[in-house]
């Protein structure tokens, strides 16, 4: 499917993790804590800002797929 302009331009935004763990809190299951996300997408090289689609492939090698 493709993806229109507004999810591109979102995808592309570069943010903090925290700010994306806030987006994508809901949809993370709740045994994952953030803490050892952040530590876990530290050790894959995402330190300080970072896209959307950067820090959710992160979560995606990390084990984790979105729904």
């Not at 591109?8 to 953030?34: C, D, G, L, N, S």
């Amino acid at each position: 499917m493709a993806k229109d302009n507004k999810q591109v331009k979102e995808e592309a935004q570069m943010m903090e993790f925290e700010t994306w763990y806030a987006q994508r809190e809901k949809a993370i299951p709740a045994h994952h804590h953030k803490e050892i996300l952040k530590a876990d997408f530290g050790g894959q090289g995402l330190k300080g800002m970072a896209t959307i689609a950067d820090f959710d492939k992160a979560l995606n090698r990390y084990g984790v797929t979105l729904g």
